[in-house]
């Protein structure tokens, strides 16, 4: 499977600081899987841009648009 191909698969995604001082991710899948990944402050800030653009690009998608190519 590519990243820009659908899925059937169910999750759950929560989002939070931990007590370390890190943010972490946490994926509840179908099947029992629990993923939690813990990111340092500057990571997430650089994984939050990359879900903006990836929203902006999504945006031009559905409106019928090509995305812009990301640098």
Do not use: C, H, W
Request: hydrophobic residues 40%; charged residues 35%.
């Amino acid at each position: 499977m590519s990243i820009d191909k659908q899925s059937d698969i169910a999750a759950n995604i929560q989002i939070g600081p931990t007590d370390q001082g890190m943010v972490r991710i946490y994926i509840e899948a179908e099947g029992g899987v629990e993923l939690p990944l813990d990111f340092d402050p500057e990571e997430a800030e650089e994984i939050a841009e990359e879900l903006r653009a990836a929203a902006e690009a999504a945006r031009e998608i559905g409106a019928g648009g090509k995305p812009k190519k990301r640098r």
